[in-house]
């Protein structure tokens, strides 16, 4: 079991930055793969960035790509998400996941463990 808390979340003004932090504990951190996902009123969760569990590979939705940046820190358990020139439409509850498989992945279906998510709201 793992289990994930996502903190940083808050309301901010466009062009604003927030910085997202996912704590992970029970078994080993650093053996899965992590995605932020999200999830706005109304709308089916849908995914942001994802990195890999040793590499540090990542990947992102284009509609964040140069916006967004994922990272992870194996030491201290955490993966983040900075979040910079936040637009309207990135409002909505974050959730970060883990994956136990080979690489990262866009669907939610490949991620075992889910936090509760946090809430970002943008405004204009």
């Known amino acids: 079991q793992v289990q994930l808390v996502e903190s940083g979340g808050g309301l901010v003004q466009a062009g604003g930055s927030l910085r997202l932090s996912c704590a992970a504990s029970?078994?080993?951190?650093?053996?899965?793969?992590m995605g932020w996902f999200r999830q706005a009123p109304g709308k089916e969760r849908s995914f942001v960035a994802a990195?890999?569990?040793?590499?540090?590979?990542?990947s992102y939705a284009d509609s964040v790509k140069g916006r967004f940046t994922i990272s992870r820190d194996n030491a201290k358990n955490t993966v983040y998400l900075q979040m910079d020139s936040l637009k309207p439409e990135d409002t909505g509850v974050y959730f970060c996941?883990?994956?136990?498989?080979?690489?990262?992945?866009?669907?939610?279906?490949?991620?075992?463990?889910w936090g509760q998510g946090t809430q970002v709201t943008v405004s204009s």
């Open positions: 029970g078994r080993t951190f650093s053996s899965y793969n």
């Open positions: 996941a883990a994956g136990g498989g080979a690489t990262i992945s866009w669907r939610p279906g490949y991620y075992d463990y």
């Open positions: 990195i890999t569990m040793s590499l540090g590979s990542t």
